[in-house]
């Protein structure tokens, strides 16, 4: 039976393990890289992944419609703003919340007259969908770090996002199923005569 085989339940309740999904793809699209333990981050992949692919659609709507008319873009907008709402349901009440860079200040938004008005809904839609529009899948990357984790020692790794025009290397060249040997011939059978009688 393959009872609660699918997806890793990390010791949490479905609402808790939601805000975790919820929490870490907040941190990687803010900062673009972040570190957690192994498990969490190969659950976390598909989630974001859904995320940026929510933008690469609303990026390609609009894209496609541009110079077509106004009625065609105004579709494409309404496109767009329904992915940027299904956006919104997936990443919860966290999707307003500004972002922070390094040195701990809030970043600015060039669109906008606020002060810090960029969000992680506004990032994640005009760059990270931009950034992927050409990209069929495979946003992001885990690196598996050899540090272990103080207290329970559980494996670390690194989840991060792809840079623009960035491909993913492949460290071991795929290989097919090995080609069957050719079958030799069998021998011909010895024929012995018997010797001649005089």
């Known amino acids: 039976m393959r009872h609660r085989k699918r997806g890793r339940h990390l010791n949490r309740n479905a609402a808790h ?10 941190a990687l699209i ?3 890289a972040i570190t957690t333990t192994l498990p969490k981050a190969k659950e976390v992949r598909p989630f974001v992944e859904k995320l940026v692919t929510l933008a ?10 541009a110079g077509k008319g106004e009625a065609e ?6 496109q767009a703003l329904h992915y940027r709402r299904q956006a919104m349901a997936l990443l919860g009440p966290t999707h307003g919340t500004g972002i922070w860079d390094k040195k701990n200040e809030p970043t600015t938004d060039p669109l906008s007259v606020k002060k810090s ?31 272990r984790r103080l207290g329970d020692a559980g494996t670390t790794a690194v989840i991060e996002l792809l840079k623009a025009g960035e491909k993913k290397v492949m460290t071991k ?5 090995p080609a069957p040997a050719p079958l030799a011939p069998a021998p ?3 024929v012995e005569t018997p010797p001649a009688t005089n």
């Open 117 to 147: 008005d960029d969000t992680v809904l506004k990032k994640l839609f005009r760059e990270l969908g931009p950034r992927f529009a050409d990209r069929p899948g495979g946003y992001t990357r885990i690196l598996k770090s050899h540090y």
């Open 173 to 177: 060249e795929k290989k097919g199923a």
């Open 188 to 190: 011909a059978p010895v």
């Open 56 to 65: 690469k659609k609303a990026h390609a709507a609009v894209a496609a419609a």
């Open 17 to 26: 393990r939601r805000s975790l999904f919820r929490n870490l793809s907040r």
């Open 73 to 78: 873009e105004k579709k494409a907008k309404l």
């Open 30 to 32: 803010t900062h673009e």
